[in-house]
Every structure is written in C-alpha cells, then in structure tokens.
C-alpha cells in the first residue's frame, strides 16, 4: 500500500506553526518546523530539516502582506511563482533582477500541487489567489515603495520574508516547493492597529485543513 508522501512544511514563527497543526490534525505525513525569520535563516533551517528527513514537497506557510485589489485581509495567496524581489541591483535605469544581471534567477516556480490546492480552497469558499509571492529582506513601510513593488511585479499578490530561501533549499535537494500565506494586513504604511493577525492565523489553519483533502 502507498504510504503518501512526506511533507516539510516551514512557517515563521511559532503562531504560524500551531495554527498550520491545528488545521493538518496531526497528520503524520506532514512534519512542520519553524523556519525563523527572513531568507538567510530560513534557507539555512530548511536545508538541515531536508538532511534530517526524507520528503517528498517542502511548503513555506505562514501570514504576509498583501497588495490592495489583488488581495484582501483574510484571505489566501498560493503562489506560483517565488520571486526574490530585492535580489539584483540598482542602476541608473532602475531595478535590475538577478535574471537581468546573468547572475541567475530570483524566480523559482511553485510545485505543480499549486493551482489544485488553490482550487480546492475556492471550492471551499476560501477566497485563495493563484499569484506569485515576493520575498523582501525588509518588508514594505511606505506608499512609494509598495507602488514601486506594484508596478514592478504587476501579477504579484503578496510579500512575505521567507519564501525564497525555503525554496532555495529545497530546490537544491530537487524537491518541488509550495508557499502559501494567509493575509493579515495590505501592503503600504506601517500601521499595526490594522493588521488582522488572527484572522490571518484562522485562514492558515483552514489552508493546513484543505492540504489534507489535496495531497494525502
């Protein structure tokens, strides 16, 4: 008989990882591990969890900003893309990628279980977009640079700190890589009495859920 496969999914910070649990029930095919804060620390807990474990799909979950009209508080982003969006450098002309550059790509596609999962959530009556993520050292505080962002990666949904060092490492083991995020507040100024954290920890424990009916 299969067994199933054997997920590694990576969130943030613990309030992330217990809503994730909540929804997966302690499903034994699903271990989940807190990645820490930001790329370099989250490639690097990746990489030992992927030495530690044999897997089969590596998820980066956890809550995220997200672009106005493209996605709302509360709802989901399932990305197909997971772009490192302040890896390249500035020139005279403005942003060049890391692609642009010929130093590699700050893109990684997302595993094809993305537009099934991103359905399923739909059918369940989650709002869930099918959109790439970006990854930022330092997140967005202001309307200029949440513009520039915008015009930049014009399909984008979200911004988080995490997703391409996740996908990095797994990448590197040729483990096919998810990144899911719950919106928990729009992408621009800084202002914290208008994050919705625990909304945005409800819809990630209802995603952890919707990953039991798609991939197990």
Not at 49 to 55: H, N
Not at 158 to 168: D, H, I, Y
Not at 185 to 213: F, H, K, M, V
Request: aromatic residues 4%; hydrophobic residues 50%; charged residues 15%.
């Amino acid at each position: 008989m299969d067994a199933g496969p054997n997920i590694l999914i990576m969130t943030p910070v613990t309030a992330e990882k217990d809503a994730v649990c909540r929804g997966l029930q302690n499903n034994p095919r699903f271990h989940v591990t807190e990645a820490g804060v930001g790329p370099a620390e989250a490639a690097v807990r990746t990489t030992l969890a992927l030495t530690r474990g044999s897997y089969d799909l590596v998820i980066c979950m956890g809550i995220a900003g997200g672009f106005p009209g493209r996605a709302a508080v509360g709802s989901l982003v399932i990305a197909d893309a997971i772009i490192a969006a302040d890896l390249g450098a500035e020139t005279p002309d403005g942003f060049s990628s890391l692609d642009t550059l010929g130093f590699g790509s700050s893109t990684i596609e997302a595993g094809a279980q993305a537009s099934a999962l991103a359905a399923a959530l739909a059918q369940a009556g989650r709002a869930a977009a099918l959109a790439p993520i970006l990854t930022l050292s330092t997140v967005t505080g202001t309307a200029a640079t949440a513009q520039v962002l915008s015009e930049r990666f014009p399909r984008a949904a979200a911004e988080a700190m995490e997703g391409f060092g996740v996908a990095t490492a797994a990448q590197s083991f040729g483990i096919p890589v998810l990144e899911i995020r719950a919106i928990s507040n729009a992408i621009g100024p800084r202002d914290r009495s208008a994050w919705r954290i625990g909304e945005a920890l409800q819809a990630l424990e209802a995603a952890g859920s919707t990953l039991l009916e798609v991939l197990v």
